[in-house]
């Protein structure tokens, strides 16, 4: 009996096994998107954007046809714009004019328009992680004006592929600190917590209209590289899209919004600040400039305590950095004017960092994560959650300071001066 049995098991489970690919699809048959846009809709609820490649046939070696493709431009992107009452019912009606399913699991961007993000977008962040191919990593943007706009633009220019593009673009946060690499799930969580506010990347079209021809007169008043919004820099080709700046949110809702500056401030808080080019006012040469490669020393030191109910909050940022240009030609590398070109730097960004920390007070929002410091204070989490950490942040008292140390100066040990007919400057 234990014989026919053992043969019956060893005739039955090969059977079993080739019926494993009974479900499968090819990918040839999905449609691959790289972004999703969403904004409210005209006819509809909602207006959903998506964008999709258009697989083509490449050439292998020798010429011969094959699946892969070499390079890619605007025109292998298709966008996708529909109205519909819900994303996944647009899924389905974009399903009905396609000849491939579309399929989520390499999403780069999920686009939000401006409009839609003030408005609310509770109901779109809870429905979307229920998705199996709906990634947590995907990156979170705010977009000023339309989302459709936005993803028309959004345009390879020196990149060979639209997804390579987007993963680089989003990158750039950690070389400039203009905006902080949001994931969808990092806004998600925040949003349901007692802890902290979300945030969100702050992006526009820029329509190149600030940019005057001409030459000037180079008399303009000193601005700091980050004193922008996305959509504001003057400027004149490449991508029209940009990525400058934060959304800040207030739950589910969209209630302000930081520039460059103000985002280096908020992520040097954080500790998520990487480095930077900083461009500061020479001061013992105002009509000049300095600028200095700044990087994190270590993470910010942040202590939360209370004061007859009121919450005080000591913050201590630690940063270093090189010395890139000195436009006066002052020898600042000397060990008597290094320290005030420390002083001044730290006394900047202390002013950036308070600055920040106000704004997001008025805006009753608290993105910068102190609450998870303050909650150390109490016993359980009830008592926490009553004590309403994300009400009471606005009222508190925040003390910051700033430690800033210059490391190298660069391939030069000594400025010199500038000499002329006239000898040297300043002479």
């Not at 000397?334 to 920040?356: A, G, N, S």
Request: net charge neutral; glycine share 10%.
């Amino acid at each position: 009996m234990r014989k026919v049995i053992l043969l019956l098991l060893i005739c039955t489970i090969p059977f079993t096994s080739l019926a494993g690919c009974f479900d499968s699809q090819e990918i040839t048959e999905w449609a691959y998107v790289y972004s999703i846009g969403m904004e409210k809709g005209v006819t509809d609820k909602l207006r959903m954007t998506i964008q999709v490649p258009r697989m083509k046939a490449g050439k292998g070696r020798g010429g011969q046809s094959g699946g892969s493709e070499s390079g890619q431009d605007q025109s292998d992107i298709e966008t996708i714009t529909i109205d519909c009452p819900t994303f996944y019912s647009g899924v389905n009606m974009v399903n009905s004019f396609l000849s491939r399913q579309l399929n989520y699991m390499h999403t780069k961007y999920l686009v939000f328009s401006e409009s839609l993000a003030r408005e609310g977008i509770d109901t779109y962040i809870t429905g979307f992680i229920r998705g199996r191919q709906i990634r947590r990593q995907i990156n979170v943007i705010i977009a000023k004006g339309s989302a459709s706009e936005f993803l028309k633009e959004n345009q390879t220019v020196i990149s060979s592929s639209l997804s390579k593009k987007q993963q680089n673009m989003v990158e750039q946060g950690g070389n400039t600190g203009f905006f902080s690499e949001v994931t969808y799930g990092e806004l998600l969580n925040e949003a349901k917590s007692y802890y902290s506010q979300p945030i969100a990347i702050l992006a526009a079209v820029n329509d190149e209209s600030k940019f005057k021809e001409g030459e000037g007169t180079g008399k303009a008043p000193f601005k700091t590289s980050g004193d922008y919004y996305a959509g504001d820099l003057v400027r004149k080709g490449g991508s029209k899209v940009e990525l400058l700046g934060t959304a800040v949110f207030d739950g589910g809702k969209m209630v302000g919004e930081l520039n460059g500056d103000e985002t280096r401030a908020l992520l040097m808080v954080r500790g998520e600040f990487q480095r930077g080019f900083f461009a500061l006012e020479d001061p013992k040469n105002p009509d000049t400039a300095i600028t200095m490669d700044i990087r994190r020393q270590k993470g910010p030191s942040i202590k939360v305590g209370f004061e007859a109910g009121k919450p005080v909050i000591d913050v201590k940022v630690f940063l270093e950095g090189d010395i890139l240009a000195i436009q006066s030609t002052i020898d600042y590398e000397t060990k008597e004017l290094k320290p005030i070109l420390e002083k001044e730097f730290e006394k900047l960004i202390k002013e950036q960092i308070d600055q920040t920390i106000k704004k997001c007070q008025n805006l009753n929002s608290d993105v910068f994560k102190f609450g998870s410091v303050a909650a150390m204070h109490f016993l359980t989490v009830p008592e926490w959650e009553k004590y309403n950490w994300l009400k009471r942040f606005k009222d508190a008292q925040v003390n910051t300071q700033v430690n800033f140390t210059i490391r190298r100066t660069g391939n030069m040990i000594k400025s010199s001066e500038i000499v002329s007919t006239e000898g040297k400057k300043g002479e």
